[in-house]
């Protein structure tokens, strides 16, 4: 759930700065989602180890 929460928030980030709604650089935007995705597959990572009794 972590990961569609957060690949759908920078994917928005986008579209919305595509669009011209955001004001902000795409470039800025596309980094900061692919930072949150990563970051959302190393919560993935650690509450599975945590599900399973292990450390990752």
Do not use: F, N, W, Y
Not at 9 to 24: A, E, N
Not at 36 to 55: M, P, Q
């Amino acid at each position: 759930m972590v990961t569609t929460v957060r690949r759908r928030g920078g994917g928005g980030g986008c579209g919305r700065c595509s669009g011209g709604g955001g004001g902000r650089p795409q470039d800025t935007v596309a980094a900061l989602t692919i930072e949150l995705a990563k970051l959302a597959d190393r919560i993935d990572v650690a509450c599975i180890a945590h599900s399973s009794g292990t450390t990752p």
